[in-house]
């Protein structure tokens, strides 16, 4: 039995949590400033994508970056901040 436990426990992974990272739209700062942030901030992204969440963001308000680990959403929202955006994150339920 005490193999049995062990090798369940060996077999379960427990996945990090995940939290979303949302771009809000403001009016200050130009489409063209916020694609490049979003490119600099988060290198998994291409352009067409920043693109997309950019003017998502321009039109319905909020726009989904990416979906990550905590701390990697901490450090994209905090650098997306830093470059004059607003940014938040929240759990991916």
Known sequence: ???ETIEQR???RKYAPQYRVILHND?????EYVVQVL???VPQLTQ???VDITMEAHHKGLALVIVC???HAE???ETLRS???TSTIEPED
Do not use: R, V
Not at 27 to 31: A, C, L, M, R, Y
């Open 1 to 3: 039995m005490a193999l």
């Open 10 to 12: 060996s077999t379960a």
């Open 27 to 31: 009016d200050f700062n130009p489409i």
């Open 39 to 41: 490119l600099q901030t």
């Open 48 to 50: 067409p994508q920043a």
């Open 69 to 71: 680990t905590q701390e």
């Open 75 to 77: 450090f994209y929202c």
């Open 83 to 85: 470059h004059g955006l």
